[in-house]
Structure formats: structure tokens, C-alpha cells
């Protein structure tokens, strides 16, 4: 079956920071883009960034709102992607999932994970 | 890039909900549109304008044309009610973009 899901979501301080992982299974991880999408308490669906393939030489790509504060990388040996985020901000706080682009750069996300909530609060 | 979706649509059952996604020259991109209902993850219902995934009832149907991408519920049924997304890759800006969402209500 495939599966995606994500840890290490959890109350923090503003100013700090947190690893989030997302661990996959049922599919070749290597294969495929894997992007980082938020959603804040009672909004809309704001996307993150993402984590090339290997095909794409694993280019990571960020959303202009997080790019200075955040770092996507992934282990296609222990089957995770990892959203590294610092000098975190209230604003930041949000549930984080991650999805699976189907098979090339543009395509939908067609496997969501439930997500992990990050909440960022003195 | 903004896309542009009405915050609400509200259908009786059995009638037809039609949610649009507006956005300059949206019908020269292609659309992807997501299901999500209350504390779950999102759903692609459908990708690339009017492809929709195994798993997906027929009900499901899109469009995009102009500044215009449509995402067409039939036969509507309570199970229908949630809130729904646009998405579309900006090339200029290398980003990903969504819509606001759009929640319907199932009368």
C-alpha cells in the first residue's frame, strides 16, 4: 500500500526549529517529486516547496514566503523527505503534509499524508 | 499567479454544483482540483484539467478554457460537502499556486 507519513510536529518557541520527516512506503521513492504543503488553523492550502527526483537530480524548489527559513532534502535509502525549518514564526504555524507528485514535475498529488501540526507559540 | 475561487457554493441534493477558478489565462495551464473534508488530508479528484483518478465517481468532471477552470459536481450528494482547491504550476515563479478553496454545502 502506498503511504505517506509525516513526524516531529510539536509546540515550539518563536525563533525556533524543527524537522519535520515524511516516510514513505508502497513505491520507489527515488522516482518521484515530493513537495511539503501547509495549512494554517481555519485556512486555505499554501504550498511549501519541494524535493526533486533523481531523474531532476533532486532539485529542491521553495516558495518564496519560507525559502530564507527552510531546507527540503530527502534519504531514498531510509525512504524519507525531510522539511528543515528555523527562525520559526507564529505565522508558521500550520498543519504539514507531505504528497507525492504522480510521475513528472507538474503533475497533481495524488498521495497525501495526514500531517503533522507545528505549532509555533511563547 | 492568484487563483480565484468563490468562498462558497451551496446545492441541493441531486442538482449540480459547478466551482470555478479564475486566473489570467488559467486555460493556457493546466488545473489540478483537491477534495478535503473535515480533519482529513486533501483528495485529487481531478488532474490536468479533466482527468480523474481511479477511485473517483464519474460525478466528477472539468473543465478550463479562458480565464476559467471549472470543477463540476453531478448529481450531488451529501458526501459531496467539503472544501475544494484549485492548483496550477506558475512557470514564471517556479511555484506552485492555489486557490483560496471553495466549501460547499450540501442542502
Known amino acids: 500500500e502506498v503511504q505517506l507519513v509525516e513526524s516531529g510536529g510539536g509546540l515550539v518557541q518563536p525563533g525556533g526549529s524543527l524537522r519535520l520527516s515524511c516516510t514513505v512506503s508502497g513505491f520507489t521513492l527515488s522516482d518521484y517529486y515530493m513537495d511539503w504543503v501547509r495549512q494554517a488553523p481555519g485556512k486555505g492550502l499554501e504550498w511549501v516547496g519541494r524535493t526533486g527526483n533523481k531523474a531532476n537530480s533532486y532539485t529542491a524548489q521553495y516558495a518564496a514566503s519560507v525559502k530564507d527559513r527552510i531546507t527540503i532534502s530527502r534519504d531514498d535509502a531510509k525512504k524519507s523527505v525531510y522539511l528543515q525549518m528555523k527562525s520559526l514564526k507564529i505565522e508558521d504555524t500550520a498543519m504539514y503534509y507531505c504528497?507525492?507528485?504522480?510521475?513528472?514535475?507538474?503533475?497533481?498529488?495524488?498521495?497525501w499524508g495526514l500531517g503533522t501540526m507545528v505549532t509555533v507559540s511563547s | 499567479y492568484v487563483l480565484t475561487q468563490p468562498p462558497s457554493v451551496s446545492v441541493a441534493p441531486g442538482k449540480t454544483a459547478m466551482i470555478t477558478c479564475g486566473g489570467d489565462?488559467?486555460?493556457?495551464?493546466?488545473v489540478h482540483w483537491y477534495q478535503q473534508k473535515p480533519g482529513q488530508a486533501p483528495l485529487l479528484v481531478i488532474y490536468?484539467?479533466?482527468g480523474r483518478p481511479s477511485g473517483i465517481p464519474e460525478r466528477f468532471s472539468g473543465s478550463n478554457s479562458g480565464n476559467t477552470a471549472t470543477l463540476t459536481i453531478s448529481r450531488v450528494e451529501a458526501g459531496d460537502e467539503a472544501d475544494y482547491y484549485c492548483?496550477?504550476?506558475?512557470?514564471?515563479?517556479?511555484?506552485?499556486?492555489f486557490g483560496g478553496g471553495t466549501k460547499v454545502t450540501v442542502l
Open positions: 504528497a507525492r507528485t504522480q510521475a513528472t514535475a507538474y503533475d497533481a498529488f495524488d498521495i
Open positions: 489565462n488559467i486555460g493556457s495551464q493546466s
Open positions: 492548483q496550477m504550476w506558475d512557470s514564471p515563479s517556479d511555484h506552485w499556486v
Open positions: 490536468y484539467d479533466t
